[in-house]
């Protein structure tokens, strides 16, 4: 598969036309960044790495894997999109975490906030379990779409109010697998 090279769109296995958004060196180049920052700031403490399935997946992967502390994992499924592009703005927890994190040093790491509603609800659930301090670590941040307040404390990109897919990003369960960020083209724009 083409990748963000000689042309800006490339398509994909499905036939599909995806706009390169964010090509995966720069993916690389700035995980590392975050990642030397966060080892920086937990080099004295135990850390749970808590991701949000299944859009951090490919995200959490890379960087739990270019931290240079330990680190333990943990996963949290929420949903709110229920198969649609905007958020339907209720959230369901779908999968909570399996261990107990009571004066637990957490890093919640999600693909993307949009409304800031999905991750505001799960910041708020998971401080009811008491853990010593929640962090946010965020690839992409859709700054202008923001309805619930929400402090990132460690962001990738700031992106366009456009939909996105690939590293992990899903649109109705296809594009996970593209090693870059990028916009699916509709026929009149391919
Ligand atoms: P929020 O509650 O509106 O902030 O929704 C956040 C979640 O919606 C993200 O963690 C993603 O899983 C999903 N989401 C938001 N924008 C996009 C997008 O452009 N592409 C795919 N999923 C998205
Ligand atoms: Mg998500």
Not at 68 to 74: A, D, E, L, S
Not at 94 to 112: F, K, P, S
Request: glycine share 8%.
């Amino acid at each position: 598969m083409e990748v963000c090279q000689s042309s800006n769109t490339v398509v994909d296995g499905a036939g599909d036309h995806v706009e390169c958004l964010i090509p995966a060196q720069k993916l690389a180049q700035r995980v590392g960044e975050l990642a030397k920052t966060i080892s920086a700031d937990y080099a004295d403490k135990p850390l749970l790495v808590v991701g949000v399935l299944h859009g951090a997946y490919v995200f959490m992967a890379d960087l739990v894997r270019t931290l240079t502390i330990p680190v333990r994992c943990g996963f949290v499924m929420v949903s709110s999109y229920e198969n649609d592009t905007v958020t339907s703005g209720r959230v369901k927890l779908r999968l909570d975490l399996t261990q107990a994190v009571e004066g637990e040093h957490l890093l919640l790491v999600d693909d993307i906030v949009d409304t800031g509603v999905s991750i505001a609800w799960l910041i708020d659930h998971l401080k009811q379990k008491s853990p010593a301090s929640v962090r946010l670590c965020v690839l992409l941040d859709k700054a202008a779409r923001r309805r619930a307040p929400v402090k990132i404390d460690y962001v990738g990109f700031e992106i366009p109010d456009r939909f996105v897919v690939g590293y992990g990003i899903d649109c109705a369960g296809r594009h996970r697998e593209l090693p870059y960020v990028g916009y699916v083209l509709t026929d009149q724009q391919s």
